[in-house]
């Protein structure tokens, strides 16, 4: 059975760079079947995907966040990462990690960690 | 437009019929997908492509598309059906991502 687990700090100051990790289990992330994603959720309101990647180092980011945001993957540790930079209280979310299929009509998420709360404050 | 538009919510009494729908011109060359959320939880996918119904979902969930609208349909509504229920697609490719804004189903 796949799991994920996201892992980082809780607590960012604003202005620095939050910084996650996702650990993979049950499953390679070299799979060349499979891309990999983060998204977000802000307390109390909707879902923002954020980036994905492939192990390859392939990687698609949402146009409002592109600036901001690093997706890498560490494939001897079977994790992704995932880099946000200039923070504010506004980034404060539930962030969740993500198996991805990469499926023609539509790129979809399948398997999700159990997500972690990030706060953006001083 | 990349946007996916959803009712922020629906109620409807146990053994009921709900049907949350989601519009977005993206839906009218992509896949819709759905996701079930439940308070504390992550998003659980409960219909794929539109109308596939994943490995252990319960047949009281369909989905159905119509041009730019796509719905899904809860039939028999319990009340472990309350929930927020997110539709995704993509827009621009199929690799880029976009959620609806999500809706709450009330089982009064």
Redesign the interface.
Known sequence: QLQLQESGPGLVKPSETLSLTCSVSGGSISSSSYYWGWIRQPPGKGLEWIGSMYYGGRTYYNSSLKSRVTISVDTSKNQFSLKLSSVTAADTAVFYCARQIPSVGGYYFDYWGQGTLVTVSS | SSELTQPPSVSVSPGQTARITCFGDALSR????W?Q?KPG?????VI??GTQR?SGIPERFSGSSSGTTVTLTISGVQAEDEADY?C???ASS?????????TKLTVL
């Open positions: 992509r896949y819709a997908f996701y959320q939880q992550a998003p659980v996918m794929s492509k994943p997110y995704q697609s993509a199929d690799s880029y991502v976009v959620f609806g804004g999500g």
